[in-house]
């Protein structure tokens, strides 16, 4: 698949996640959603490289380093945002969450030696820009409370922990490991994670039969995680993790769309601005590197 193919499956299939999350609340603790939510993914996965007889098997070494993507992309990032919206409204953890274009540009040149391209750093300024006014109302209900404050300090870190997650990510990448295989292990040690910190704060494993519940289970595993990580990752080899982490300032701009054509949500003028800003961005940070 293209880049562009790999960019256009990972945003529009998160952009819809945000829907569907909704069928996930309610008798289930978001935790154990999350836990079971990877758990099956990573079942999907290991079935499906099993029947197609690609080799699972990998070094001691390559397991602590898939363990560690898996313990910061799928576990604490994940346990990070989950939390951090008993706080906050989902469209204030997307605004600080697209930091991470941010971050992740830091961390390429931190860890890898990567200069910053200031394209980068330009598209990155304008695309958090237009996330912010998408979700201008939003911003303007926060308050001083320490609640608040303590669901952005949360935000903040899910966004760190995901960011060194990518670095981790890239790290794995570099060592020419197979993204299918890497994210079915990965998955796995990441859903045992979430499912330890669920059973450490004393939630209940409980599991919700219903029809609704069942059905926005499996499209998360099996499209919300095993697909969109899957193209996401393999983006993040060929383009790197800076350009490729723009793909959380496009998300938002999706599920503005669907939460238009679903929830009958009314666009104001700073939505039209915002989401004009978040295309001029995608443009710049996804142009071509120069030679």
């Known amino acids: 698949m293209s880049n562009l193919g790999l960019y256009s ?75 951090s919206e008993q706080f906050l409204t989902s469209g204030l953890v997307a605004v600080v969450f697209s930091i991470v274009v941010f971050m992740n540009a830091v961390g390429m040149r931190l860890f890898f030696s990567q200069p910053i391209r200031p394209a980068t750093i330009v598209a990155a300024i304008v695309g958090v820009a237009g996330v912010a006014l998408v979700f201008w109302p939003e911003m303007l209900r926060f308050s001083n409370s320490g ?42 040690y990441g859903a045992l994670f979430i499912a330890a910190v669920a059973l450490a704060g004393g939630q209940r494993f409980a599991f919700d039969f219903s029809w609704p519940y069942i059905a926005s289970l499996i499209y998360l595993s099996l499209f919300g995680s095993a697909v969109a990580f899957g193209a996401y990752l393999t983006l993040m080899r060929r383009i790197g993790a800076d350009r490729a982490s723009y793909i959380a300032v496009a998300i938002p701009v999706v599920a503005l769309l669907l939460s238009t054509a679903f929830e009958q949500l009314r666009w104001q003028p700073e939505t039209f601005i915002g989401v004009a800003l978040c295309l001029a961005g995608n443009g710049l940070m996804l142009q071509r590197r120069p030679a």
């Open 9 to 83: 499956v990972a945003v529009v299939i998160w952009g819809s996640t945000w829907l569907v999350i909704k069928f996930q609340l309610g008798v289930v603790s978001p935790l154990v959603s999350v836990a079971w939510r990877f758990a099956l993914a990573a079942l999907m996965l290991l079935a499906y490289c099993a029947l197609r007889g690609r080799p699972l098997r990998f070094s001691v070494r390559d397991h602590l380093w898939i363990a560690l993507q898996g313990v910061l992309l799928f576990g604490v990032n994940y346990a990070g945002v989950y939390l």
């Open 147 to 188: 609640e608040q404050y303590h669901g952005v300090a949360l935000a903040l870190g899910a966004t760190a922990v995901a960011s060194l997650g990518n670095m981790v990510a890239t790290r794995i990448h570099r060592r020419a490991l197979p993204v299918l295989q890497i994210n079915a292990w990965s998955m796995l």
